[in-house]
């Protein structure tokens, strides 16, 4: 859908989500056993999903994709016409590349070395460079996402699928990638040498699992979690089992994304070791050490907000309280910006119990603030709900710089710590206070060190060198030349059936 921008604005207050992959490995009904991994990764993307799926009697790959949500796109109807024992699947957010069917992944391609299918987590920040080249040397791309990129790579005449293929592909991109790639005889795992993004190793009955997170195993009966996939790491799945490959040199600085921790990961996942409701929980406790507040009760903004709200009360010795109440069933709404439409984009996600807070000092927990509209409104609807005071703290630091590693933030200039100062903010806001977690106290709150993390949109230092001029359509900027050519009538069918 094409919606403009300010209505976007509107109901998009918060950082969105990047994508979650899933893969089997040898069990006789692996589209619906991805399926289910797909639908405990719903959170980290919502736009489409897909699977993809080999069997033994079959050369071509079978698929299905579709826009919405893993239980929009699949039924059991869809899943019914995916027999094989392998496969591989995705839920998008689009990080790069607009959200349309044609971008929805795993993306698939037919080659002189047969079928590969890939599914990726992240941003490659030389994807437009690559691509220039490769579309010099004759290669065409059905898609306009930076994961294209990695299969032409793969497809390259010097190149043999297999170990080496791989190996060379991922030598020339850059960025941050968790892959899951799926060939006619195995299925490969691949997480980029820095760790941006989380992927990680399970079991059921047999089969071998990767997944995004360890939250997709604990659905799927039997199923185990074995470990994570280390930076640098490709693992290669096949009728002889799990090889581990480290083709690259580790890196003395790794830069996995600390927001997993505050934000995007589920509270029920555990990643690095360490469990995430635990990491959230450990930050409302360092949050209420270094801001500290008289006050009556402590409150979460849900979901993200809770564990923390938990932490800041624990150490804090308020009272936690529930007094927001998040409407479940809730999806993207696409009104006109009116205030009419602003007050209920507010209200019919999040509601107040007047009851809860009349009358009282509040401390309200969140993860952060983005724009400032969402978090203003609801210090204006807890003050007409008769709050005495209304005192604000984020369990991170301010966000002040873009991601180009597989966040959507906003641009640069449209977030509020980049236009107000603190006390600027706290008056924007209408809180009587406003405090914000330091970059200190959220690494503490991990439990590890430092160098483990990219913090680059906290604090402008980016593990992998950036074009601050990238963004999320760049590779769709070509667009613009499709009127000025001519095709061969030779190429002209390859465009269009997607064969490289």
Same mark, same amino acid.
């Given at each position: 859908m094409? =919606?403009s921008?300010s209505?976007?604005a509107?109901f998009?207050?918060?950082?969105?989500?990047e994508?979650?992959v899933f893969?089997? %490995?040898g069990?006789?009904?692996?589209?619906?056993i991805? %399926?289910?991994?797909?639908?405990?990764?719903?959170?980290?993307g919502?736009?489409?999903?897909g699977? &993809?799926?080999?069997?033994d009697?079959?050369r071509?790959?079978?698929s299905? =994709? !579709?826009m919405?949500l893993?239980?929009?796109?699949f039924n059991?109807?869809?899943?019914?016409?995916?027999?094989g024992?392998r496969a591989?699947?995705?839920?998008r957010?689009?990080?790069?590349g607009?959200?349309?069917?044609e971008?929805?992944?795993?993306?698939v391609v @037919?080659?002189? *070395?047969?079928?590969?299918?890939?599914? =990726?987590?992240?941003n490659?920040v /030389?994807a437009?460079?690559?691509? @220039?080249?490769?579309?010099?040397?004759?290669?065409?791309?059905?898609?306009?996402?930076?994961?294209?990129v990695?299969?032409?790579?793969m497809a390259q +005449?010097?190149n043999s699928?297999?170990?080496?293929?791989? &190996?060379?592909?991922?030598?020339?991109v850059?960025?941050?990638?968790?892959?899951?790639?799926l060939?006619?005889?195995?299925?490969?795992?691949v997480?980029?040498?820095f !760790?941006?993004r989380?992927?990680?190793?399970g079991q059921?009955?047999g089969?071998?699992?990767l997944?995004?997170?360890s939250?997709?195993?604990?659905?799927?009966?039997?199923?185990?979690f074995v470990?994570?996939?280390e930076p640098?790491e490709i &693992?290669v799945?096949d009728e002889t089992?799990l090889r581990?490959i480290k083709?690259?040199v580790?890196? @003395?600085r790794?830069g996995?994304?600390?927001f997993?921790?505050v934000y995007?990961a589920?509270p029920?996942?555990?990643?690095?070791?360490?469990?995430?409701?635990?990491?959230r929980?450990?930050?409302g406790?360092?949050?209420?050490?270094?801001?500290?507040?008289?006050?009556?009760?402590?409150?979460?903004?849900?979901?993200s !907000?809770?564990?923390?709200?938990?932490?800041?009360?624990?150490?804090?010795?308020?009272?936690?309280?529930?007094? %927001?109440?998040? /409407?479940h069933? #809730?999806?993207?709404?696409?009104?006109?910006?009116s205030?009419?439409a602003r007050?209920?984009?507010?209200?019919v996600?999040?509601?107040?119990?007047?009851?809860?807070?009349?009358?009282? *000092?509040?401390v309200?927990v969140?993860?952060s603030i983005v724009? !400032?509209?969402t978090a203003?409104?609801? &210090?204006?609807?807890?003050?007409?709900?008769g709050a005495?005071?209304? =005192?604000? *703290?984020i369990?991170?630091? +301010?966000?002040r710089?873009?991601?180009?590693y597989?966040?959507d933030?906003?641009d +640069?200039k449209?977030?509020?710590?980049?236009?107000?100062?603190?006390e600027e903010?706290a008056?924007?806001?209408?809180?009587?206070?406003?405090?914000?977690l330091?970059?200190?106290?959220m690494?503490r709150?991990t439990?590890?060190?430092e160098?483990?993390f990219?913090?680059?949109c %906290?604090?402008?230092?980016?593990?992998?060198? #950036?074009?601050?001029?990238?963004n999320?359509?760049?590779?769709?900027?070509?667009?613009?030349?499709?009127d000025?050519?001519?095709f061969?009538?030779?190429?002209?069918?390859?465009l269009?059936?997607?064969?490289?």
């Amino acid at each position: 859908m094409n =919606h403009s921008s300010s209505a976007r604005a509107v109901f998009q207050h918060r950082p969105k989500d990047e994508c979650g992959v899933f893969a089997v %490995f040898g069990h006789p009904r692996a589209a619906e056993i991805t %399926f289910f991994g797909l639908y405990a990764l719903q959170h980290r993307g919502q736009e489409s999903a897909g699977i &993809v799926v080999k069997n033994d009697k079959d050369r071509k790959f079978k698929s299905h =994709h !579709g826009m919405g949500l893993v239980s929009q796109v699949f039924n059991g109807q869809e899943l019914e016409k995916l027999p094989g024992t392998r496969a591989i699947g995705h839920v998008r957010y689009s990080t790069t590349g607009s959200s349309t069917l044609e971008n929805a992944q795993p993306i698939v391609v @037919d080659c002189s *070395r047969g079928q590969i299918a890939v599914g =990726h987590n992240g941003n490659l920040v /030389n994807a437009n460079i690559l691509r @220039d080249e490769l579309e010099a040397k004759g290669a065409i791309f059905k898609t306009t996402v930076d994961s294209e990129v990695i299969l032409h790579l793969m497809a390259q +005449p010097t190149n043999s699928l297999g170990d080496s293929s791989i &190996v060379q592909a991922l030598q020339k991109v850059s960025g941050a990638f968790s892959l899951v790639l799926l060939s006619e005889r195995e299925i490969i795992g691949v997480r980029d040498s820095f !760790g941006f993004r989380p992927l990680c190793i399970g079991q059921a009955d047999g089969a071998w699992l990767l997944s995004s997170e360890s939250c997709a195993f604990d659905i799927i009966p039997g199923a185990k979690f074995v470990r994570d996939v280390e930076p640098g790491e490709i &693992v290669v799945i096949d009728e002889t089992g799990l090889r581990s490959i480290k083709p690259f040199v580790p890196k @003395d600085r790794l830069g996995f994304c600390i927001f997993e921790y505050v934000y995007f990961a589920r509270p029920d996942s555990t990643i690095e070791g360490v469990n995430v409701s635990a990491v959230r929980t450990n930050m409302g406790r360092e949050l209420a050490r270094l801001h500290p507040v008289d006050a009556d009760i402590v409150i979460p903004v849900p979901d993200s !907000g809770n564990y923390a709200a938990l932490g800041f009360s624990e150490e804090s010795k308020i009272p936690y309280d529930v007094a %927001f109440v998040r /409407n479940h069933y #809730v999806g993207r709404t696409f009104l006109n910006p009116s205030q009419l439409a602003r007050e209920f984009g507010v209200k019919v996600k999040l509601n107040i119990i007047r009851e809860r807070v009349a009358g009282k *000092r509040v401390v309200v927990v969140d993860d952060s603030i983005v724009r !400032g509209t969402t978090a203003r409104s609801r &210090v204006m609807n807890l003050r007409n709900a008769g709050a005495k005071e209304v =005192h604000i *703290r984020i369990s991170c630091p +301010p966000h002040r710089f873009s991601c180009h590693y597989g966040i959507d933030f906003p641009d +640069p200039k449209d977030l509020i710590a980049n236009q107000l100062s603190h006390e600027e903010i706290a008056k924007y806001l209408q809180a009587d206070s406003l405090g914000y977690l330091d970059e200190a106290g959220m690494v503490r709150a991990t439990g590890r060190s430092e160098n483990k993390f990219c913090m680059a949109c %906290f604090n402008n230092k980016y593990p992998v060198p #950036v074009d601050p001029e990238l963004n999320k359509l760049v590779l769709e900027r070509r667009d613009t030349r499709a009127d000025s050519l001519v095709f061969a009538e030779d190429t002209a069918p390859r465009l269009f059936n997607g064969k490289l």
